[in-house]
């Protein structure tokens, strides 16, 4: 069973979020992947573009993280273009397109933890002091006497 329902008109992601099927274009070509002779004859290569900032389902922050997130699949105009040629038949390819967006999709819902600047501790203030002092010793100990 894949990880996400596909229905005819929308991509549903969660209970929240449905992407309507007008932001997912497809388009198919040539695969270069396993299939022998097939390969030749049929278009199996999926290759799935989402217009991301058409998409009026996702806010903002989530279209920030989702560029962030995917920038690999990011082109110069907004939209993820994702391509998938792994497996010989063009529905499973379309699939696999389908459920990688979903992933990235998902990956972007979550909001990342914000980051707590600390501060050192007071032994490892400590430490590295004596480590300073002690270099200081060694290389003081290398001068040269003065009679």
């Known amino acids: 069973m894949p990880a996400f329902l596909f229905h005819e008109a ?8 449905c992407i309507s099927d007008e932001y997912l274009n497809f388009s198919f070509a040539r695969s270069s992947g396993p299939g022998g002779q097939n390969v030749n004859k049929v278009n199996t290569q999926a290759q799935l573009r989402f217009t991301l900032n058409d998409c009026p389902e996702l806010n903002s922050h989530i279209k920030n993280r989702l ?20 497996h010989r038949s ?3 390819n379309r ?4 459920d990688k967006l979903a992933d990235l999709i998902r990956k972007s819902l979550v909001r990342p933890k914000p980051r707590i600047a600390t501060k050192p501790t007071a032994a490892s203030k400590r430490k590295r002091l004596d480590n300073k002092k002690k270099r200081a010793d060694i290389k003081q100990k290398r001068s040269k006497i003065d009679y």
Do not use: E, F, P, W
């Open 10 to 17: 929308m991509l549903i992601i969660n209970d929240k979020i």
């Open 67 to 86: 560029q962030r997130i995917a920038a690999r699949y990011l082109l110069a105009n907004g939209d993820i273009q994702i391509t998938s040629q792994q």
């Open 90 to 92: 063009q529905g499973m």
């Open 95 to 98: 699939q696999d397109c389908l």
